[in-house]
């Protein structure tokens, strides 16, 4: 079969989907959902409907009667009969995206957990009969300079001992973790060969690291959706399959760890480190995540009064938990705090320091799950909110991921005209989560919606139109796009913001009042999270995302969970303050709030029920006649 | 097909064997080899010849034509075709074994490694909402009044704990290991059922007990072969074995663990335990056996310089060494001296304490192979001595264990007469080690054998003759024992047994020259072993196979090793005296010294060459005209 415009040929099996076999191919579809069905954005064009297997229900919820007509298929859908030429839509090209893959970090010494010793032992003779491990020991002491006689010894390394410092001549390189358990002997000189992998696991994506531990240096960085998204795209829904079946927690489990040594693998083949060579693993994630790693029962987490099962720092032999490294590696996952706030909110807290400042932080780390803070050195007070996957292009019309193509930046004048910009400057393919936010900021400033979100129907412009039994606004006319296709944002997908947008705010707005502050009090506000960095802060503001601060005082820091896991990973120290963090944040459960159902509800509203809480966003209040949609 | 005389019927498939159709059948066939074709005692007889496969080599090499002709097979050997009937005769049966399984022990103050706590954890609340493990530790240090922050807890346990503490409405039990390692988490109360293992790996045999650790009760004693028998029967060739190929170490440590396993579950058996109740396994063992059991790499143990790989006390999750108790218990294998002085010495002293005593003492420990100590609480010297299987009954005509049967006192009048005594009191059908020392030290003071060894064929007694071309000595006449058949010891049998007391004298001597000890200056000897407590002293002291002191310094100890492991099983004090044990004991390899050869030439002679270090042995010597056999 053939897949145009690339050209590329590939020969598969009879019963093969398209995705697969583009994935064969080595040509990207684009997919939201890792072609399980869920997001419909894996469109193709075949023209010949016979080579293909009938199309699936899925299809006929995401593909109009008139795409079918023109020949569009989900590829993850269409299975391949016979021979055939598979065109790939522009708005179906996966492209560089344009996520946050970095964040603010603090530096840290270089002092990884894991270290190396290059030494050269005595040889035995008949006047110095000390057994293998007690020479090693003894060597060991000397160079370190400390005492080794309690350290530990994997009991399969005691297995092979003798014949490892036999094979090099006594001259052997020991991997010490946390200086109390030898990890590996290895014949020679490796003391060059030490690296380390940092994971951030999100509900939405994975994010890994792999860093050169004798130097402290990211060789590469690697992102991948996370694939228990088939199983739901929110932790509720996933903790719900989860707990049907003792063995859907094993497969939520095996998805991720499988994922994890997917990137491990691509970082080692293109930096040429061999996966033997990486020696810790160190992993955030929120609580749900990290209960779904390790493999522990997460129906607590979910029934009131949402009680995880362990908080503290866990380390497994990364053996133990089938991850694919070094044989005798250690997987250590940072500590939580509670409820839903995870390893991956502590490792913001370090990367950030907000618990070590005497200036008062508010700290919103956005993403399927967001977790929000608020406090300084004295006191941190911590939630979770479940902003839902909107942001990231589920559920939206146009939604996209900030991957080429995407309008990221949307700007609406008086007379209802829109420039935008798209990430790549190319032909604009669908909207990425900051555009979603810049325009309904746009449409409330202009009187497009209401405080409501609801169009006013009055607004005279061609843009905005009813199409498919619903209202939507233009955002790209199809001359402009690179699918040939109008891009919109429907009614639908204003309220699926609001919610998402609702559910952030609530977080920040009870933290808030717990802790008895109110905006003019808050130092700063730093946003993170994968897509953090291309919100508008003046739209943030009028949608009512991000409390009414002066815009100075909004920073945003970008992915402090990666980041906050490599300092980890990097720094003992770091990793030390970390279990410090997870101690000392308070933790706030939003649903056990009798307030949380009106506040949330006061949320939706654009950009608050409460007005006098955004007072830089009073003056866009809407004057003249009106009629909205309910 | 049918076992005579027990009259017992059993269906097997053709091709099994008799040993096995015998085990299947419950009907107990004698072998010391546990099957192997080793031993030639599974002696059964079948009328029958064409019901059976051809006779092998094995079996022409164990059988006499005669005995062939009479229908004689080996049962291991034999293959069942065609339904037959098998005639176990009285000196192939298996019965009871007189071997010393318990031994000499200092009380210690019961105070095991493994504890359990039945706590109660307060339930979960909006306003406490500490994880799962937060709670856990918190109750137990309550309870432990100790700070339980570091305490670890192996990974799987943290997966079901959720569910675990509240399927008994968080009424549990703890149970931990070392005071450092949570290894069980139960619902309700289990505290009064907590359960230890002691194992003893000899070369020989295994023997085990099953002790209750709320009492330190011995609840019961199992004893088997060690299979390993079948890839060699001393230490040296298992290592030869196991060093010759990869795998080959892999299948001597499957078998001593399917063994151990074995008597586990037999002893639960009998006692109605779940092997999930018991959380440690306490092991000793000679170097060799304690590498063979965690399948260390034994090879340069037998290489000089002598290297044993680690030398301190291991413990190992029992699931990695795959060993069916808890399934989160623990194999804690105490630690060895130096080549092949292992961990059975050192429970040898410590269940004996000479470590600490002020008195001089010479312990010997016999067994295939041999440890022999002396000194005090000042300095303690050991050896390793390979004296072979020969007091087993292995390589010795008529030799075997001493079960029912056995000969185990044996001595020899002025006319030539025998006197002896069986165990169980019935007809004798063979000499188990004890009867051996009686009966070559009675030959020779009787004058039958000379200093060498050598049978006086002057010597005027039908008792002794020639016969397959060897001269032997009867012991019993056909129509006083239970085959029929006469019960004697070959010039090949006393060379055996030369051979196997001058290893063990070698070390004794050897000892006592680097400590510049004479016979005067030893306080007491202690004999140790299985066998040991049915030693005449003073057979020993003519023979030569102890130095020559008064008989009231001998005392038999029993068997040592398991006593030492059951202290250090039921006493965490015990167990740190065995680290200090191991530490302190010097290790003198006897192949190394020098004087080895020369030492173990002069003890090959009875009771020695130079017969000034047996001056209580002097008078015996012979007088008159003797003609000796070279």
């Keep these: 079969m053939l897949f145009e415009p690339e050209g590329k040929k590939v020969s598969v099996s009879a019963g093969t989907t398209i995705f697969d076999a583009a994935k064969d191919a080595g040509v990207g579809v684009r997919s939201e959902c890792g072609g399980k069905g869920l997001c419909g954005k894996c469109r193709v064009i075949v023209k010949d409907s016979k080579a293909l297997s009938d199309l699936t229900e899925i299809e006929r919820r995401f593909l109009q009667t008139s795409e079918v007509e023109s020949g569009y298929r989900l590829a993850c859908q269409a299975r391949i009969l016979n021979d055939v030429k598979v065109i790939i ?115 939405s994506k994975i994010v890994g690291y792999l860093v050169n531990l004798t130097t402290g240096e990211v060789l590469d960085v690697e992102s991948v959706e996370n694939p228990q998204i088939m199983y739901g795209e929110d932790i509720m829904s996933r903790i719900t399959f989860a707990i049907a079946k003792p063995e859907n927690l094993e497969i939520l489990q095996k998805l991720v760890v499988d994922e ?5 693998n691509e970082a080692c083949r293109k930096t040429g480190i061999s996966p033997q060579r990486i020696y810790e693993v160190v992993v955030v994630g ?35 938990l089938h991850v694919n490294i070094n044989s005798f590696g250690i997987v250590t996952v940072l500590p939580i705090v509670a409820g839903f706030v995870g390893a991956d909110a502590v490792a913001d807290v370090l990367a950030t320091g907000i618990h070590e400042s005497d200036v008062l932080s508010l700290l919103v780390d956005i993403g399927t799950n967001t977790e929000v803070f608020l406090g300084n050195s004295e006191d941190l007070l911590s939630c979770s909110c479940a902003s839902g ?10 939604g996209m991921k900030a991957v080429t193509g995407a309008i990221e930046r949307v700007s609406i004048s008086s007379n209802f005209e829109v420039k935008y910009k798209t990430v790549g400057d190319t ?47 233009v955002i790209a006319w199809g001359h402009e796009t690179a699918t040939g296709k109008d891009i919109t944002l429907t009614q639908h ?4 913001i609001q919610l998402a947008k609702a559910a952030i705010f609530t977080g920040c707005s009870i933290l808030m009042k717990r802790k008895n502050v109110d905006e003019e009090k808050i130092d700063r506000v730093l946003v993170a999270g994968a897509f953090g960095n291309y919100i508008n802060p003046e739209s943030a503001k009028v949608l009512g995302l991000l409390p009414d601060v002066p815009i100075n ?62 007072p830089s966003v009073r003056r866009f209040q809407i004057k003249g006649n009106s009629k909205y949609l309910i």
Tied chains: 1, 2.
């Design 493 to 496: 997908d204003i309220r699926e």
């Design 553 to 614: 005082k909004i920073k945003f820091v970008g992915n402090t969970a990666i980041a906050g896991a490599k300092m980890a990973l990097t720094s003992k120290e770091a990793r030390k303050e970390a279990n410090e963090i997870s101690k000392k944040i308070r933790y706030l459960e939003l649903a056990a709030c009798p307030d949380f159902k009106e506040e949330f509800l006061n949320a939706i509203f654009i950009p608050h029920k409460n007005l006098n809480r955004f």
């Design 89 to 203: 839509p522009p708005e179906s090209r996966v492209m560089f995206r344009k996520i946050q893959v970095v964040g603010m970090e603090r530096p840290v010494r270089l002092n990884p957990a894991v270290k190396k010793f290059h030494i050269t032992l005595p040889m035995p003779t008949l006047s110095d009969i000390r057994p293998d491990h007690d020479r090693l020991l003894d060597t060991l002491s000397s160079v370190m300079k400390i005492d080794n006689s309690e350290m530990e010894m994997d009991y399969e390394i005691y297995k092979r001992l003798p014949d490892i410092i036999r094979s090099s001549s006594f001259d052997v390189t020991v991997t010490i973790w946390d200086n109390r358990r030898i990890i590996s002997v290895e014949p020679g000189n490796t003391s060059n060969e030490l690296f380390g992998f940092a994971v951030d696991i999100g509900t």
């Design 427 to 473: 032909r604009p393919t669908g909207l990425c989560g900051s555009a979603m936010i810049d325009a309904i900021a746009e449409m409330f400033k202009r009187g497009i919606i209401n405080d409501k979100g609801s169009f006013n129907l009055q607004i005279k412009t061609s843009r905005l139109r009813k199409s498919d039994g619903e209202v939507e606004f």
């Design 286 to 320: 929120n609580t749900a995540m990290h209960h779904f790693l390790l493999g522990i029962q997460p129906k607590y987490v979910a029934l009131s009064p949402y009680v995880p099962a362990v908080k503290k720092q866990i380390n497994v032999k990364a053996k133990e």
């Design 260 to 264: 994890i040594n997917k990137i491990i």
């Design 389 to 398: 996957p909107a942001f990231e292009g589920m559920h939206i019309k146009h």
